[in-house]
């Protein structure tokens, strides 16, 4: 529960982890050639199920911008207006010319010439994404309510705690926190 990226993907990559739970940016490194032969048919993606009367489609996900920015209002000044106008206007293009997935629809992705198919069915499923969005928890809480979420989440995939107890733990902290 506590593996890094580079160590979980190793356990992956290697056969001893069944599921890697990671995103779009690790395509380079999943769906190319470069990932070891003997395990690269073997990878694949699969989206989270939906339920009965569930907000979102089964082809609206869970998404993040790609470029996590804050801006402080007090310091704001013209040389950072011109940054965020070039990074707006830059990113998007360099980004997607990577073989990364633009946080934007206005550029293409480029595939790699050594992209495996998982790499144009990952692209494919990003073009048929419907129009309600979530955004990731850890977005939205306070530090302490998001700490203590990921310290819960773990004890319950784990199986330490009951889903009762993770509701109970949760809720309480949020009203804690609320504020903050």
Known sequence: SSTGYTDAQALFTSGKAAVYNIGTWELA???TDSLDASVRDSVDFFTLPTTDGAVTED?????TSGIGMAINA????PLMRDFLAFALERYPEVYAASGALS????VATTIPDN???LYQKAVDQAEDVGTEIAVPW????DPTTNTRLQQELTLLVQG????DAFIS???ATLAENLSD
Do not use: G, R, S
């Not at 082809?59 to 998404?63: C, L, P, R, S, Y």
């Not at 007090?74 to 000044?77: G, H, I, S």
């Not at 850890?138 to 809480?141: A, F, G």
């Open 59 to 63: 082809n609206e996900f869970v998404t």
């Open 74 to 77: 007090e310091t704001y000044d």
């Open 160 to 163: 330490d705690i009951t889903p």
């Open 103 to 106: 946080p934007t629809t206005t």
């Open 29 to 31: 490194n999943l769906a």
């Open 138 to 141: 850890d977005t939205q809480l």
């Open 169 to 171: 733990t949760m809720d």
């Open 115 to 117: 992209a495996t198919d």
